[in-house]
C-alpha cells in the first residue's frame, strides 16, 4: 500500500499549510522540501538559488524526492517546481498518493503579492509569472492522481476533501 502523501501545485497554493494540518490529523510525520533543503544548507531559498544557482536547488530537490521515497509515513509539501523533472515524480509515486491543489492564478497572487521570499516571484515582472503559471497547469495535472480545487475553500474542507480521495 502507497503511504506518503504528496502535495504538489503553484507557489501559494497552501502545500505546506494544509501539508502540516493533514500530518497533524492522520498522526503522519510532516516533510516540506523547501524548509528540509534550507535547514540543510543554513541557507534560504533566496540565498540559495542567489548563489548556488537554480540547477543546484533543482538538484537537491531531486536527492530529496529519491531519499524521501524510501521513507513511509509522510506527509511531503513540494516546492512548485518540483514537476520539471519527471524523475522528481516517478521516485515520490512510488510510493505516494499524488494530490495537486489546484488554485487560480488569481487566487496565487492575492496570497504572494507581499511576499519576498520567492526567487520566481517578480512583482515588476507579472507576465512573466503568468506564463510560469501556464507552463506549469499540464504539468501538475498529468503527474496528479488527484485533483483537488482549493480556491475558497478553508484547510478544514480541503483536508477532509484529501482524506475522501484516499479513503482514509
Ligand atoms: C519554486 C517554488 C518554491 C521553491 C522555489 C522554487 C518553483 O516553493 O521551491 O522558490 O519553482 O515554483 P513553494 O511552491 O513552496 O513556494
Same mark, same amino acid.
Given at each position: 500500500?502507497?503511504?506518503? #502523501?504528496?502535495? #504538489? %501545485?503553484?507557489? $501559494?497554493? $497552501? @502545500?505546506?499549510?494544509? %501539508?502540516?494540518?493533514?500530518?497533524? +490529523?492522520?498522526?503522519?510525520?510532516?516533510?516540506?522540501? =523547501?524548509?528540509?533543503?534550507?535547514?540543510?544548507? +543554513?541557507?534560504? #531559498? *533566496?540565498?540559495?538559488?542567489? @548563489? @548556488?544557482?537554480?540547477?543546484?536547488?533543482?538538484?537537491?530537490?531531486?536527492?530529496?524526492?529519491?531519499?524521501?521515497?524510501?521513507?513511509?509515513?509522510?506527509?511531503?509539501?513540494? %516546492? $512548485? $517546481?518540483?514537476?520539471? &523533472?519527471?524523475?522528481?515524480?516517478? &521516485?515520490?509515486?512510488?510510493? %505516494?498518493?499524488?494530490?495537486?491543489?489546484?488554485?487560480?492564478?488569481?487566487?496565487?497572487? *492575492?496570497?504572494?503579492?507581499?511576499?519576498?521570499?520567492?526567487?520566481?516571484? =517578480? #512583482?515588476?515582472?507579472? /507576465? !512573466?509569472?503568468?506564463?510560469?503559471?501556464? /507552463?506549469?497547469? *499540464?504539468? &501538475?495535472?498529468?503527474?496528479? +492522481?488527484?485533483?483537488?480545487?482549493? =480556491?475558497?475553500? /478553508?484547510? =478544514?474542507?480541503?483536508?477532509?476533501?484529501?482524506?475522501? !480521495?484516499?479513503?482514509?
Amino acid at each position: 500500500m502507497k503511504t506518503n #502523501i504528496i502535495l #504538489i %501545485g503553484f507557489m $501559494g497554493s $497552501g @502545500k505546506t499549510t494544509v %501539508g502540516k494540518q493533514l500530518a497533524h +490529523h492522520l498522526n503522519m510525520d510532516f516533510l516540506d522540501m =523547501d524548509e528540509s533543503i534550507q535547514t540543510d544548507l +543554513h541557507m534560504t #531559498i *533566496q540565498e540559495i538559488f542567489e @548563489k @548556488k544557482g537554480e540547477p543546484f536547488f533543482r538538484a537537491k530537490e531531486q536527492q530529496l524526492s529519491k531519499e524521501s521515497s524510501s521513507h513511509s509515513n509522510l506527509v511531503i509539501a513540494t %516546492g $512548485g $517546481g518540483i514537476v520539471l &523533472y519527471q524523475k522528481n515524480m516517478d &521516485y515520490l509515486a512510488r510510493n %505516494g498518493h499524488i494530490i495537486y491543489l489546484k488554485c487560480k492564478f488569481e487566487t496565487i497572487m *492575492q496570497r504572494i503579492k507581499s511576499e519576498r521570499n520567492r526567487p520566481l516571484f =517578480d #512583482i515588476d515582472n507579472l /507576465s !512573466k509569472f503568468r506564463e510560469l503559471f501556464d /507552463s506549469r497547469t *499540464q504539468l &501538475y495535472e498529468d503527474n496528479a +492522481h488527484f485533483i483537488l480545487k482549493v =480556491d475558497d475553500k /478553508s484547510n =478544514d474542507i480541503i483536508c477532509a476533501e484529501i482524506l475522501h !480521495k484516499i479513503k482514509r
